[in-house]
Nanobody, 127 residues
Framework: QVQVVETGGGLVQSGGSLRLSCAAS????????MGWFRQAPGKEQEFVAA????????NIGDSAKGRFTASRGYARNTAYLQMNSLEPEDTGLYYC????????????????????WGQGTQVTVSS
């Protein structure tokens, strides 16, 4: 069973940066595409970023383009979400998800394509 655990959330001022980490276990890491999603209170879940199995394809959501990027480190079986120029609108619970069925090069924005989800880490951006 694949497990993913997010860390790195916290409180940051507007304009600041955070890096979220997502540790995956239970499967060969290179077989997993990784995605990031967020949910703010009263809003629907939103796609943030995704990275393909081999790391060659990175897909960034519209609200995060130019500010966030995704990466992965195979030595530590960990995916990362680097968030820069944070805004209060970025506040929310950030989830990491893993997809074992992805083909090479796929970095899906569809939450229903990810089978395994973490518990989320809270990001709060103050103005």
């Amino acid at each position: 069973q694949v497990q993913v655990v997010e860390t790195g959330g916290g409180l940051v001022q507007s304009g600041g940066s955070l890096r979220l980490s997502c540790a995956a276990s239970g499967s060969t890491f290179s077989n997993l595409a990784m995605g990031w999603f967020r949910q703010a209170p009263g809003k629907e879940q939103e796609f943030v970023a995704a990275i393909s199995r081999g790391g060659g394809t990175i897909n960034i959501g519209d609200s995060a383009k130019g500010r966030f990027t995704a990466s992965r480190g195979y030595a530590r079986n960990t995916a990362y979400l680097q968030m820069n120029s944070l805004e209060p609108e970025d506040t929310g619970l950030y989830y990491c998800a893993a997809r074992s069925s992805a083909r090479i090069g796929e970095a899906s924005a569809r939450s229903d394509e990810y089978e395994y989800w973490g518990q989320g880490t809270q990001v709060t951006v103050s103005s």
